[in-house]
Nanobody
Framework: QVQLVESGGGLVQAGGSLRLSCAASGRYAMGWFRQVPGKTREFVATIIRSGDATDYAESVKGRFTISRDSASNTVYLQMNSLKPEDTAVYYC?????????????????WGQGTQVTVSS
């Protein structure tokens, strides 16, 4: 069973930064998604198993960076220049894919979610 443990959410003012972490029980392609009440889960960023390739939603390009530490099987989401519209519950997810998954259906395992709130 794949286990994902997230940390790093919190409250920050607009323009500030936060870093989310997700510790996995193995090496997988990893992604970050976010969800606000009443809306579908939204893709944020993804990183291939090797860490050599990444992809981002247009809304976060240039502000968010996904990275991984292969030694500890931990994936990070560095979020800079945060905006109130970034407020959501953020979920990390793991995929057995050998490529760069983007759709929620491509991820078979999910973390518990961590709240990120950006005040204006």
């Amino acid at each position: 069973q794949v286990q994902l443990v997230e940390s790093g959410g919190g409250l920050v003012q607009a323009g500030g930064s936060l870093r989310l972490s997700c510790a996995a029980s193995g090496r997988y392609a990893m992604g970050w998604f976010r969800q606000v009440p009443g809306k579908t889960r939204e893709f944020v960023a993804t990183i291939i198993r090797s860490g050599d390739a990444t992809d981002y939603a247009e809304s976060v390009k240039g502000r968010f960076t996904i990275s991984r530490d292969s030694a500890s099987n931990t994936v990070y989401l560095q979020m800079n220049s945060l905006k109130p519209e970034d407020t959501a519950v953020y979920y990390c997810a793991a995929s057995r894919s050998d490529f760069l998954p983007r759709g929620a259906a491509e991820f078979g395992f999910w973390g518990q979610g961590t709240q990120v709130t950006v005040s204006s």
